[in-house]
């Protein structure tokens, strides 16, 4: 059974487009479905990092140090690269598409990042941008594997997608 679709257009930065299309060429699906992965990726590493106090505001622009993140495995991304992705401009428009169950969760996901940031994303698709573009802010050789992994693992409907192409 099929599930109800949501397009939603993202504002992402050339450089996170053009790794997003690279990732989806590599694994050989399209560029929502590796948004998905990225998303389901990016939710728990954004768990991770610590919340606010309440009444805590940061000034815009400020970005804390690396050390005020949590202490976490090498290379964990903290709280200060989530401010800094979003403390840059993102002039590129990318349209996707995502199951409907997914895309439920996007307000939640907004409101963590409020929590952790002190920055209100607003709409669905502004959430997605940025904890999109926090995942894409990662390794991309840690990225790619672990796409291999969920690819591989853990979604045997996109393993047989790629046997298919390679075919």
């Keep these: 059974m099929d599930c109800e679709e949501v397009m939603l257009t993202v504002r992402i930065t050339a450089a996170e487009r053009a790794l997003l299309r690279e ?11 590796v948004v998905v992965d990225g998303l389901l990726d990016a939710i728990p590493g ?17 970005v804390l140090p690396l050390e005020a993140g949590p202490a976490g495995a090498p290379g964990q991304p ?12 993102a002039p590129c428009a990318v349209t996707l598409w ?5 895309a439920d969760l996007l307000p939640l996901v907004g409101e963590r990042i409020a929590a952790v ?7 669905a698709s ?14 991309p050789g840690r990225l790619a594997a672990g796409l291999a992994g969920l690819h591989r693992h ?10 298919d192409v390679a075919a």
């Design 78 to 89: 903290g709280l200060s690269q989530l401010l800094r992705v979003l403390a840059r401009p």
């Design 126 to 139: 502004a959430a997605l941008a940025a904890a999109l573009r926090f995942w894409l802010a990662g390794d």
């Design 98 to 102: 995502l199951p409907a169950p997914v």
């Design 154 to 163: 853990g979604a045997p409907r996109l393993t047989a997608q790629r046997l």
């Design 23 to 33: 990732l989806a060429r590599g694994h050989g699906t399209d560029v929502s479905d």
């Design 46 to 62: 954004l768990h991770v990092l610590p919340v606010l106090p309440a009444g805590a505001v940061l000034p815009a622009g400020r």
């Design 117 to 123: 940031s002190g920055l209100r994303v607003g709409t």
